[in-house]
């Protein structure tokens, strides 16, 4: 998939202002302004049927007066009056139009119907649309400013290659004019709206294929076309393009509030995390944080193995640079003991473990900042340096020495990446930019930063991944099933359960359970009592005969005192396994993304600590096994304090076919739960001891 037709609309040759006023600081009058202010090289055609000339161009009464067809158009009129420009425009031939007019479906019902109506008067025109309710775009590259922000009063954009794509519009101006205030370049700013049409998606990804940008920032409220969004990231993760996002709408409040903001359908934001996740995008928590990784990703340095070397003038500031190192992750691996010997002869009271404390004194030798520098890079072999010199680094007495140094070491080894920790004036630390250093005053912000940089780095080391494994067609039943009939469909996809049998009475379950072998498990088998341990429906260690007559004896009463309505088909009797770690797998269907695959550890793990790790379908045994990796308790399932490691090649196996399963399965499985499943010692398998799959209705 490419994104290229959006070209017209992002970068066009000509453009109509349908509303355009003579005023320039009205909606009309701001796009006209600006792209004079700026040398737009196109033509600009204002259609008002009451002026002929507006800010000193001519003008025209109506879009069929137009001498030529635009490329793109404005559309800056009342609602009521938009649907009609839009389909003027798109009889004539115009590539792409851009709604500012806002009371479509961010206000209700009858809203919505109008913009479904003026999307599909696009979509047969062959138009692309940007909107409606959007504050519009900027290309500084070509000085197109379609947009009615006031945010450029204080300063145009800056040359750079970060692209920002944001579903709103005071919030995608607000990214840009914190950049520019921090002097970071971002040329390319377009803000959605409601997406009738051109969603976030469709803009990462043309900014994804634009060889002129090279970092993407972004900010959703909630992914209207999953495949496009995935496709986008797709498309920026094989251009080597970071994407830095702010997703909002955790919250309860938060995701209803953007429901009303852009009429986008959130998701569940856990599941948001585990797509960004999988195509290493970064979640940005404030604008801050945003522009830092941007800022950073610009050197394009992606360390797959990412380490942090410190040098610092403070001790405290070290530790603190260390503290915010382990809370994210980012190795911090000693110096070798015999560079440590060896600075200590060159400074004795210096700290040369990592972090490098060489103390304010290293400035009464200049060179010593170097050679304590080139002994960190050459010999730590750390990836990525970090350096606090706060004040100090930005006197005029002392950073023109300190630049060549630091400056020297980054010439002999250019593939690390750099950053400072320093105070100074504005012209100075332009010095230090130019340069080739990430300039920071927080260096923990520093820290977040070069983490993010690994994070893209391992990612982009990955090699392909393995296709997820061959699973016969899925054949759902008209109703849900019970457990016994959950498994059957679940063993067709190789899901391998534990040994069981399905009877009627407790003549057939005596039967059942000598030849399984005692212990056994009973269970209630019901297709409306789906979880059994609420209702005591399910009875371990059963050790003979008796046991089963009166346990299955007990599991019938106690079906009839709670669930007096359910169906009972019997018992279910299952061999008792011993030595396995339980573990739940499950699937659950999100509104925007699909079946999407989860795995923790069973019990308090995952009922108190949210201890689970979840992951798009389908996916291959490598990444079922990474993610079985991932849980915080994984050391229970890889041999922790003297237990056998459990079977993770089976495991994983598993994982893997149950997200085949649940692709397959279609939209009509809502969810999967497996759980337990016992892992056993590795080389000994993994089986499911328990199933729940819940169906809609056919046609539902």
Request: aromatic share 6%; charged share 20%; glycine share 10%.
């Amino acid at each position: 998939m490419t994104f290229g037709g959006l070209t017209r609309l992002l970068a066009p040759r000509s453009v109509a202002v349908i509303g355009a006023s003579a005023d320039p600081v009205r909606i009309g009058g701001r796009p006209i302004a600006y792209m004079l202010a700026q040398g737009f090289a196109g033509e600009i055609m204002p259609v008002n049927p009451n002026r002929s000339v507006i800010q000193g161009l001519p003008a025209w009464p109506s879009i069929a007066a137009l001498p030529r067809v635009p490329d793109a158009a404005i559309v800056a009129v009342p609602a009521e009056a938009a649907l009609a420009a839009v389909d003027d425009l798109g009889r004539r031939g115009v590539g792409a139009a851009i709604v500012f007019s806002a009371g479509f479906a961010e206000m209700d019902a009858a809203g919505a119907a109008a913009q479904a109506a003026m999307a599909a008067r696009a979509r047969h025109h062959g138009m692309r649309l940007l909107g409606p309710n959007c504050l519009g775009l900027f290309n500084a590259r070509i000085g197109f400013f379609p947009i009615f922000t006031s945010s450029v009063e204080n300063g145009f954009p800056l040359p750079g290659r970060i692209g920002i794509a944001s579903q709103s519009g005071a919030f995608g101006t607000h990214i840009f004019a914190n950049a520019r205030d921090r002097r970071i370049g971002t040329p390319i700013c377009v803000t959605t709206g409601n997406e009738a049409d051109v969603t976030i998606a469709d803009i990462i990804g043309w900014l994804a294929e634009d060889p002129d940008t090279d970092v993407i920032a972004a900010y959703a409220e909630g992914i209207r076309d999953a495949p496009q969004f995935i496709a986008a990231l797709t498309a920026a993760r094989a251009a080597r393009k970071p994407v830095v996002m702010m997703k909002v709408g955790r919250s309860a409040i938060g995701a209803a509030a953007a429901q009303s903001h852009t009429a986008a359908i959130a998701g569940d934001d856990a599941v948001t995390d585990a797509v960004l996740a999988e195509f290493a995008v970064v979640r940005a928590r404030s604008t801050d944080e945003m522009l830092d990784i941007a800022m950073t990703a610009t050197r394009r340095i992606y360390p797959a193995a990412n380490t942090l070397g410190v040098i610092t003038i403070s001790g405290g500031a070290g530790v603190m640079i260390a503290d915010a190192a382990e809370a994210i992750g980012l190795a911090m691996p000693p110096m070798p003991e015999a560079t440590q010997a060896r600075l200590r002869e060159l400074l004795p009271f210096a700290a040369p473990r990592n972090p490098v404390d060489c103390t304010a004194q290293a400035f009464n030798d200049m060179t010593l900042i170097g050679r304590f520098t080139e002994a960190m890079v050459a010999e730590g072999g750390y990836s990525s340096v970090l350096a606090f010199f706060s004040q100090v680094g930005g006197a005029a007495s002392i950073a023109p020495g300190l630049r060549a140094q630091l400056c020297e070491v980054k010439a002999r080894h250019p593939d690390r990446l750099y950053a400072l920790s320093v105070l100074a004036p504005p012209a100075r630390i332009i010095d230090y930019e130019s340069d080739g250093f990430v300039v920071f005053e927080d260096p923990t912000r520093a820290v977040t930063a070069l983490h993010a940089m690994g994070r893209y780095g391992a990612a982009l080391a990955r090699g392909p991944l393995l296709p997820p494994p061959a699973v016969p067609p899925v054949a759902l039943p008209l109703t849900t099933p019970d457990e016994a009939a959950a498994k059957r469909l679940l063993t067709a996809a190789g899901i391998v359960a534990v040994a069981e049998r399905a009877c009627a009475d407790a003549t057939a379950a005596v039967a059942a359970a000598t030849a399984l072998g005692f212990p056994v498990v009973l269970k209630i088998l019901s297709p409306d009592i789906l979880h059994k341990s609420e209702i005591g429906g399910v009875l371990l260690d059963i050790a003979d005969a008796d046991g089963v007559r009166s346990g299955v004896a007990t599991l019938l009463e106690r079906a009839r005192r709670h669930a007096p309505a359910a169906r009972i088909e019997g018992v279910l009797v299952a061999r008792q396994l011993r030595g396995g770690v339980e573990c739940i797998l499950g699937v659950q269907r999100d509104p925007v993304f699909g079946p999407v695959a989860m795995f923790g550890l069973g019990g308090v793990f995952v009922e108190v600590l949210h201890d689970v790790v979840l992951r798009r379908c389908p996916f291959g045994v490598d990444e079922a096994e990474r993610m079985i990796r991932a849980i915080r308790g994984a050391p229970l399932l890889l041999g922790a304090r003297g237990r056998p490691p459990a079977d993770i090649a089976a495991l994983a196996a598993m994982l893997a076919r149950l997200s085949v399963f649940a692709t397959q399965a279609g939209p009509r499985l809502r969810s999967v739960d497996l759980n337990p499943v016992l892992a056993m010692p590795a080389g000994e398998g993994a089986f499911c001891a328990d199933a729940v799959i819940d169906l809609a209705p056919p046609g539902g």
